[in-house]
């Protein structure tokens, strides 16, 4: 037996504002666990980051549990007193945060 394919690739760097996560391909029931500890282990950080961009340019796909997963990222960044921002998101991602309402839990990255 194989072993599945990745849908998901999490790349973190640094930039001039902060960390920058970098989510390319699909955000899904089975790759949300891999952006959340990404998240996860960007806010370990001590002391823990003032802002951390989420950097959806490559993101494909996102279903309801890749939200759930986004809303509870920036609900544990929140509790760290970091903000979780999302940016450079395609016209599908976005339509899906503003059909959901979610984009008003995310401010926009600089």
Do not use: K, W
């Amino acid at each position: 037996m194989t072993s599945p394919i990745p849908v998901l690739s999490i790349a973190t760097r640094t930039s001039a504002s902060g960390p920058v996560i970098e989510a390319v391909g699909q955000l899904d029931y089975d790759t949300a666990p891999q952006v959340r500890a990404a998240i996860s282990s960007t806010l370990a950080a001590v002391p823990a980051p003032s802002s951390v961009d989420l950097d959806l340019a490559g993101l494909t796909f996102c279903d309801s549990s890749g939200l759930t997963a986004l809303i509870q990222a920036r609900n544990e960044a929140a509790r760290a007193g970091t903000s979780l921002r999302l940016f450079a998101a395609s016209e599908n991602i976005t339509a899906l945060l503003e059909l959901t309402g979610a984009q008003a839990l995310f401010p926009p990255a600089a």
